[in-house]
């Protein structure tokens, strides 16, 4: 029996292994700082912000967003709204469909996350130069744009 050669896959450098780790990390990481500081979870963070900056919206359109399967972006529209973070009005364009947005509390909440957040990032940034961290941006925006792309082309063979 002759074995076929595979071809190597070094996982560590493997693109979508190494993007996934690094994701998982910074999400852990601010998740952890989220729950000590204000008793929010990565997911409900994700949620304030596509409200915060896309309000109102319906829950498809906060799943859009924010990449969220709709039972866990149900889940925690539930518990933003029991914590009097968001509110949920009927749609004034179509009777059928809850449009939601930020509570006070909750804008006043993401004004803080999101301070955090941002010095969070600086700090992560911090050794890298303005170049560098210039250049990163662009390579990010480009790898989205491609991976677009591939999502449009693959479903056309589906």
Not at 71 to 92: H, K, N, W, Y
Not at 112 to 124: N, T
Request: proline share 3%.
């Amino acid at each position: 029996m002759s074995a076929e050669r595979i071809a190597p896959l070094e996982l560590e450098r493997f693109l979508p292994h190494r993007v996934n780790v690094i994701a998982e990390l910074m999400s852990r990481t601010l998740g952890a700082i989220y729950r000590h500081h204000f008793g929010i979870s990565v997911p409900e963070w994700r949620v304030l912000a596509a409200l915060a900056y896309g309000a109102p919206l319906s829950a498809s359109e906060v799943g859009l967003r924010t990449h969220m399967e709709k039972a866990r972006v149900s889940r925690t529209l539930s518990r933003l709204q029991d914590a009097g973070l968001i509110r949920r009005e009927v749609d004034p364009r179509d009777n059928r469909v809850a449009v939601l947005d930020l509570s006070r509390d909750g804008r006043e909440l993401f004004s803080q996350l999101s301070a955090m957040a941002i010095d969070w990032e600086a700090d992560l940034l911090a050794g890298m130069g303005d170049d560098d961290r210039e250049h990163l941006t662009k390579l990010l925006g480009r790898l989205h744009a491609r991976i677009d792309e591939l999502r449009a082309s693959s479903s056309k063979l589906c």
